[in-house]
């Protein structure tokens, strides 16, 4: 995995490109591909055509639905030595397949924007690959955070919803909190900053815990205290448990659309 296509750097093909220069990957490594990107990072060359190649790897981080429009041109650098992994969200290992069909390895991945800062969630799921090439594709994911390869395809879409759409859940959490406290007389900018601060901690809390999240904060209730108060209302007849699940449950749903979506064109 000494040399690296991206094609499409939004986002969270930015993320990952920024986590690994981060982690100390040589600029060099990376080639880009974008007709509307500003600018690379020093010393990552940016192109707005396809190279010649040859590549180890070629990172998919375009729009799911151009996906059709870029893989005939991308499928010629694809060659037995070359990696195939994308982020495209419902997009298959079958239809990357059809796609491309000399690849000498598919891999799905799902990352969130965490990326950047190394402390990111990586699902894989793959085919095609040999014991030392799914070590090389485990090895590149690791300066992005935890990779997890996935006992099967099918769970992608609840792991795109659950990891890839997560951070979003969270932040909308995090506006909740602030905007309570807020309608009950905290300053705006200050209920923002410890509702931040307050789920930040917890977070790296419940990382570095052996105990499970729910251990935590049945210990930091108390009897009759008050975040026993709040906890009831919270889970009151299940209700923030079966709000999670809908939630996850639509963004699952929607990439198993997608899936069918990819198939069909």
Known sequence: ?????????????????????????????????????????????????????????????????????VAPAVARLASARTVVLSILAGVELAS???R??????????????????GRSPVALFGQGLDAARRDAVTALMQ?????????????????TALAGSGPAFVYRFIDALASGAVALGLPADQAGRLALATVEGAALLAAASPDSPGELARRVASPGGTTQAGLDVLDAGGAMAALAEATLRAARDRSAEMAREARGG
């Open 143 to 159: 300066p992005l955070g935890t990779p997890e390869w996935l006992a099967e395809e099918a769970l992608f879409d609840l792991v």
């Open 100 to 117: 491309f069909p000399d690849a000498g390895g598919l891999v799905r991945i799902m990352p969130n924007l965490a990326a950047a800062i």
């Open 96 to 98: 990357l397949a059809v």
């Open 1 to 69: 995995m000494e040399s690296i296509l991206i094609i499409g750097c939004g986002n969270m093909g930015g993320a990952m490109l920024q986590g690994w220069l981060a982690s100390g990957m040589a600029p060099e490594r990376f080639t880009i591909v974008d007709p509307v990107l500003a600018q690379a990072p020093d010393g990552v060359t940016l192109l707005r055509e396809l190279p010649q190649g040859p590549f180890d790897a070629i990172l998919l981080g375009v729009k799911p639905q151009l996906l059709g429009d």
